[in-house]
Every structure is written in C-alpha cells, then in structure tokens.
C-alpha cells in the first residue's frame, strides 16, 4: 500500500515556482527546497500508516486513551528537528502561529466531537500535536502520520500555513481517514483519501463561521495564497464547486472519466469534491448537518478498505442516504445529482 505525504501543497506546484525564472533566486529556492522536503517526509508518514493497519487489525485502537483530546504545540524554530520545543500556555501565546495552531486544532477536537460524536482524530482521544515554524521558508503543512507540523511559507508565495482553518481541518481529516477507511494513497483511492480532507476541511470551515451551503466559497487554501502568487491570478488552491477554476494553483478535472491511472490525488480528488459540494448545495443548509454526516458514515463504519474505488464510494453514498433518510427523499436526491455531475 502506497501511504499519504499529506501535504496541502501539491509537489507539482511548488516545483512550477521553482522552475519560474520570473521569481526571484530566493523564492524559487523556497519552492524547491519545500518539494525535496515534502518527499522526505513521506517515509514518516509510511511507517505510521503501517503501524496504525497492525494497530487497527489487532484490536488495540479499542482502548480509550481519554475522554478529550489533549491539545499541544511545539516550536521547530525554523529547524527540521520534530517535535521542536513545547510551546508552554499557546492558547495565550505572543506567537500568533502558535496561538493559531492551538486554537484551531482545539476547534477541529470540539467539530468532530460535536457534530460527529468522535474523540479526536482516532476516536480514543489521541493527543492533538502540532508543530509550528518547521523549517525555513518552508511552503507546505501536513499531517505526518502522528501529529501536524506547519511552514511558515515563504512570505511571497504561500504565508503562515496556519492562517487557514481549512487547511488545518483538511490535514487534520488525514488522520481521520488513516484510522477509519485507510484509503491508500494512489488512483482512485488516493483521490478520495484527499477529497475526504477536503470536504472536512471545508465543512469545519463553514461549520466554524455559521454559513450554510450556499453562503460557503468553498475554495480550499484561500488564505494561505500569497501576494506573488495572487499577482500571478491564483485565489486558492482548489475550488470545490468548480474545480477546473484556472484561478486555482491545481485545477482538477470534473469528470470520472477524466481519471487516470497514477494521477496524483490532489487533482484526481476533482470529482469527489464536485460530488459533495454539488450534493450540499442542491440539498441547501448546512454541509455538515446531513450530506456530512453521511459522508462521515462512508468514511468511517467500513472498516478498513484501503483501495476502495470512486464508484464504490459514490453507491455506498447512495446507500447510506438511503437507509439513514429514509423519510427525507431530497437528501437522497441530493447525493444522486452530486455523483451524476461528475458522471457517476
């Protein structure tokens, strides 16, 4: 099984930058050395990903580790030595980034316990680590396999990965689906494994700001998109309801059939992604409140099916829709005309 790198930057992108010779030494320097960095990284996230599968498999995962998820924050200080230094009192701290990082994660902890009845990210109340300032100029966030660890991006290009909720949410959502589905990370699987980041991410978004469905953006990575990179005519990363945005630094396709094998899941999560926010938005209300909540079922009560394929999730969708709103037939309308949009 090919395990995730779980970065919010695609690797193609940032190597795009470093390969402009309109941007500065510098800041094609900060791009290419942020890509080497993220591949290291993906053995990290291997390993972890492995032993969580033996974990799951011999029934270790049942025992709760706490009633809450313990919420901490380190400081690389622009090292790469993980975790860093503990980051005493971060919820007050005079560092922003990690004020941000705890507060966020903490609000990730209360959406998932609140609107979906888990206890962290493998629903025994597994610590919630973070850490901040990882590296220099590094432009990515991601969830390693254990805990998160953020850039502070270059400044130019991408800014401190955690100005965003989403981003946080989308990463964070990492570790959810390695304890629960264990979606691999390659062709149609490694598609939905970062579309599921995305729809949590979006939807913890909006869950945070009140907005319902119609009132959303649903761009992925707004806030993280730097002043260079907005000259260049780029508002996110991706956007959800229209994924061929070529405002968007990955535009996606739209179509299952435009998947292909070995695509990288940052673009083959483009009809996934088109599926939940059409299926939110023609439902209207809050993306979380029943669309969501079916999401969360297929994402978490099949146990283990790591290479499950787009219209294995789609008909599981359906299913779920079906026997879970079984009186509401606009819910399941709504699943059905998301899937068929993207022609599944």
């Known amino acids: 099984m090919t395990h995730c790198v779980c970065s919010i930057i695609p690797k193609d992108v940032l190597e795009r930058f470093a390969s402009d010779r309109n941007l500065t030494a510098e800041l094609r320097k900060a791009a290419a050395d942020s890509a080497r960095i993220t591949d290291v990284l993906r053995s990290l ?3 972890a990903g492995e032993l969580t599968s033996l974990t799951i498999a011999s029934g270790a995962h049942l025992v709760e580790l706490a009633p809450a998820p313990g919420i901490t924050v380190y400081n690389c200080k622009h090292t790469q030595n993980l975790p860093g230094t503990p980051v005493p009192a971060a919820k007050s701290s005079r560092d922003a980034t990690a004020k941000h990082a705890f507060v966020e994660t903490t609000e990730v902890a209360k959406f998932y316990k609140v609107v979906f009845g888990r206890n962290s990210i493998d629903n025994a109340g597994m610590t919630m680590m973070s850490s901040i300032h990882f590296g220099k100029n590094f432009n990515n966030a991601m969830w390693n396999g254990n805990q998160m660890l953020y850039g502070d991006g270059d400044g130019k290009l991408f800014i401190d990965f955690t100005s965003s909720n989403d981003v946080i949410g989308h990463e964070l959502a990492h570790g959810v689906t390695q304890h629960s589905l264990q979606l691999a990370y390659t062709d149609e699987a490694g598609g939905l494994n970062e579309s599921m980041s995305d729809c949590f991410g979006s939807m913890f978004r909006q869950w945070q700001a009140g907005q319902d469905a119609s009132k959303a953006d649903w761009l992925i990575g707004a806030d993280i998109v730097g002043p260079v990179a907005r000259a260049k005519g780029f508002k996110c990363l991706r956007n959800m309801a229209d994924p061929a945005d070529k405002a968007a630094l990955a535009a996606q396709p739209t179509q299952y059939s435009q998947i292909t094998p070995g695509m990288d899941p940052h673009y083959a999560s483009g009809p996934p992604n088109l599926a939940f926010a059409t299926a939110c938005l023609t439902h209207g209300g ?7 909540q079916i999401w969360y079922a ?8 790591p290479d499950m394929t787009m219209p294995q999730f789609a008909a599981r969708t359906r299913q779920i829709a079906a026997h879970s709103f079984a009186g509401q037939p606009a819910i399941r309308a709504a699943v059905d005309a998301g899937w068929k949009k993207t022609g599944l």
């Open 45 to 47: 996230r291997k390993q």
């Open 286 to 292: 809050n993306s979380w409140e029943h669309i969501g």
């Open 298 to 305: 297929a994402l978490t009560t099949s146990g283990a099916v």
